[in-house]
């Protein structure tokens, strides 16, 4: 029973939210080019640990994120593939992002991390509401185009498509025993939404790929449905009463909710436990679940979480946020598709640079990625006639094909911070610091190559932002390089028409080279789209494999993991935040 001092926040359930999860994306990805990998156990490494693995390889007990030694022991014949190299991935998600996209009526499609996206269909789904014959719902038809009433598909609206989730008839449901609930709008929109959802995982498994997918009235309950039928299904939270939502958000383990980080769950759990939680022990491992938090009889309202989670330099609102969370309430729109990201940045980790000479070897090297991936992100080719003035054209066979810059940044940011080891209790972002300074116009080139691009980048502009920022001739002891481009200009859908004239204006305002201190957040994960390129050599892997437990904790999702792996794992959660 509920307390009835307790007020639940109210949740809206006006809108239909998709959540497409792809199942083992790294594996799948390699599984796409190399199709005879799909029948073996197959891990993708970044360096000592599997980013993840196929399902047949979670079927002999492999994990996610398990290290590779733990894995070949409990799976001696697993297939192992190098994943440091996000591009072909990074393809993917978008090749498949602008498929979803392409389907959207909204443009709310928003791209978390690689491989999830969510869609709010909430439009398509009244429209096609609407169309029902209730005389005749087996033989319905679900339109994908108001302009085009032939686009579409027909499915039986007398039943739910995959998994249904929830107890409110939930089960018969499932068999397309409807009674009065065939009356109820969410009822019917969930039921419709249900379709959609297979529908788009059908035309997403065309392009190879399979997903799981989740379908709900919010990010919160969609991201969370999805998760209970993995791989290759969907699931469909029918939470037509409160406490259907409530028992559903109760069963998850707290940590496990989207937005509840490792902070706010040991102060929770340390409250409903009455005890001082361990800071040793993983906030993943957390036994209180949301519901003992939500039931608990101390927490009644916000009111009582602001007590015990604000306090200074904690987020505004945040008690009443969590609050909602754990009722199943988020009224985060998706928010709409974005062409171009915010900035593009790579860095690298190093135990320690002194000589200059290593210093522009990897400023080259950083330079030389950054550029590709604004190649990829930023360039747009079309086969179209080039308009004149902003397109180079390049002929192949009989083929004209024109390349443009989508948006160009302006500013490019170095960052950089000493070495540390984990036995020195330095926190990990330690004495990190930035300068910028303008973006050259020569950077976005096509008739130079790349390799003269990097080195003039490299002499003219990242060298001198470098001895700004490391003033001192020597002891730099360098533990990571980052360069950001940012302060995109064309962003906006429009392109950029005359990049010759956007810099002109440019070096007018900007006409002495200046470099000035940046306002970097002090967070390595502020910048969108932050890369780190491969961390360590190779020969420098293996020695820290054998270093035991030298582990260091993430200072995100506070889970410890190798020294050696952090990068690549710190690069998943900037992908999370940024949808890159
Ligand atoms: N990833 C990573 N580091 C992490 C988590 C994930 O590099 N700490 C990468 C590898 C995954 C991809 O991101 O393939 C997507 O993450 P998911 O958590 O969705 O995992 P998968 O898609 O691999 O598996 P699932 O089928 O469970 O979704
Ligand atoms: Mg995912
Ligand atoms: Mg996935």
């Known amino acids: 029973m509920e307390n009835p001092k307790r007020k639940p926040p109210r949740r809206k359930d006006d809108r239909v939210i998709l959540h497409f999860d792809l199942d083992c994306f790294y594996a799948q990805c390699v599984e796409h080019q190399q199709p005879a990998l799909k029948a073996l156990p197959l891990g993708i490494r970044q360096k000592g640990i599997l980013a993840t693995c196929n399902y047949v390889a979670r079927h002999r007990g492999v994990n996610k994120l398990m290290t590779l030694a733990e894995a070949k022991r409990l799976c001696p014949d ?57 005389n005749c719902l087996n033989q319905s038809y679900f339109c994908l185009s108001r302009a085009d009433p032939e686009q579409g598909f027909q499915y039986d609206a007398t039943v739910f498509s995959g998994c249904v989730y929830g107890d409110d008839g939930a089960a018969s449901a499932a068999q397309g025993l409807h009674g009065d609930l065939v009356d109820n709008a969410l009822y019917i929109r969930l039921l419709l939404a249900s379709h959609l959802a297979r529908y788009l995982r059908l035309k997403i498994e065309e392009e190879g790929y399979t997903t799981a997918c ?47 980080g490792s902070k706010i769950t040991r102060i929770l759990e340390g409250f409903v436990l009455g005890k001082e939680m361990d800071p040793n022990i993983h906030s993943m491992d957390c036994s209180v679940t949301a519901g003992q938090a939500r039931a608990h009889p101390s927490i009644q309202s916000p009111a009582v979480l602001d007590k015990l989670l604000g306090g200074p330099g904690s987020e505004r609102g945040l008690a009443g946020k969590v609050w909602s969370l754990l009722h199943g309430v988020d009224d985060t729109e998706v928010k709409p598709a974005r062409d171009v990201p915010t900035q593009i940045s790579i860095e690298d980790t190093y135990r320690g640079l002194n000589e200059a000479p290593e210093i522009r070897r990897e400023m080259a090297l950083l330079s030389a990625s950054l550029l590709r991936r604004m190649h990829l992100d930023l360039i747009e080719d079309d086969h179209a006639t080039p308009a004149q003035g902003h397109a180079h054209t390049q002929s192949s066979m009989s083929v004209m094909v024109s390349r443009r810059w989508l948006a160009c940044p302006k500013t490019v940011r170095l960052t950089t911070r000493p070495y540390t080891s984990p036995t020195d209790g330095k926190p990990y972002d330690w004495a990190r610091a930035s300068r910028s ?25 990242l060298l001198p932002l470098f001895y700004k920022l490391n003033p001192s001739p020597k002891g730099w002891n360098i533990g990571l390089i980052n360069v950001c481009v940012t302060n995109m200009a064309g962003g906006d859908g429009g392109g950029v028409r005359d990049i010759g004239a956007m810099f002109r204006r440019q070096d007018d305002v900007l006409r002495e080279f200046t470099a000035y201190d940046s306002t970097a957040s002090p967070s390595p994960f502020a910048g969108a789209q932050a890369e780190r390129k491969t961390p360590l050599t190779s020969e420098s892997v293996s020695g820290a494999s054998s270093q035991g437990d030298d582990m260091e904790l993430c200072p995100l999702c506070e889970l410890y993991l190798p020294r050696f792996a952090l990068a690549a794992h710190e690069r998943f959660h900037t992908m999370e935040e940024d949808g890159s």
């Open 78 to 134: 697993l297939v192992v593939v190098e994943g440091e190299d996000l591009t072909p991935f990074r393809n993917v998600s978008k090749q498949l992002y602008a498929l979803l996209r392409s389907y959207s009526w909204s443009g709310k499609v928003e791209r978390l991390g690689l491989d999830e996206i969510y869609l709010d269909v909430t439009d398509m789904v009244a429209y096609n509401v609407e169309l029902l014959n209730r």
């Open 214 to 260: 989740g379908i709900s009235t919010n990010k919160l309950l969609a991201k969370l449905v999805g998760n209970k039928n993995k791989p290759r299904n969907q699931s469909t939270l029918l939470g037509l009463r409160d406490e259907t939502v409530f028992s559903f958000m109760d069963s998850h383990g707290l940590r496990k909710v989207p937005g509840i």
């Open 437 to 461: 300074a303008p973006l050259p116009s020569y950077v976005f080139s096509f008739t130079i190559t790349s390799e003269q691009i990097v080195e003039k980048l490299v002499a003219e502009i």
